[in-house]
């Protein structure tokens, strides 16, 4: 079992940056994809973007291609999701989640994910 622990979430204003964390302890992290995931109020859980174990390949959800990174160190356990020019739409609450594989795969859903962070808000005002 991998546990996740966010970070980094906040108000900011449309076009600005923030970079949320997420640290992770359980299995070997390398060994593992990581995805973010957020949910606005009255939305279903939206997929972001993942990176697979290695690191070096990542897919993004069209909301987060441009201007969302996401990258991982796994000499300290850490997954990031850097967020450039937000906007108002961006609102919501980010999760970070465990897949239950190392690589790539596109358009994932939750049910790929077997552990999740409790989440982090992230509010854009206009």
């Known amino acids: 079992q991998v546990q996740l622990v966010e970070s980094g979430g906040g108000l900011v204003q449309a076009g600005d940056s923030l970079r949320l964390s997420c640290a992770a302890s359980?299995?070997?992290?390398?060994?593992?994809?990581m995805g973010w995931f957020r949910q606005a109020p009255g939305k279903e859980r939206e997929f972001v973007t993942l990176?697979?174990?290695?690191?070096?390949?990542?897919y993004y959800a069209a909301c987060a291609k441009g201007r969302f990174t996401i990258s991982r160190d796994n000499a300290k356990n850490t997954v990031y999701l850097q967020m450039n020019s937000l906007k108002p739409e961006d609102t919501a609450v980010y999760y970070c989640?465990?897949?239950?594989?190392?690589?790539?795969?596109?358009?994932?859903?939750?049910?790929?994910?077997?552990?999740w962070g409790q989440g982090t808000q992230v509010t854009v005002s206009s």
């Open positions: 989640a465990a897949a239950r594989f190392g690589g790539i795969v596109p358009r994932p859903s939750p049910d790929n994910f077997g552990s």
């Open positions: 990176i697979g174990g290695s690191g070096g390949s990542t």
């Open positions: 359980g299995r070997t992290f390398s060994s593992y994809a």
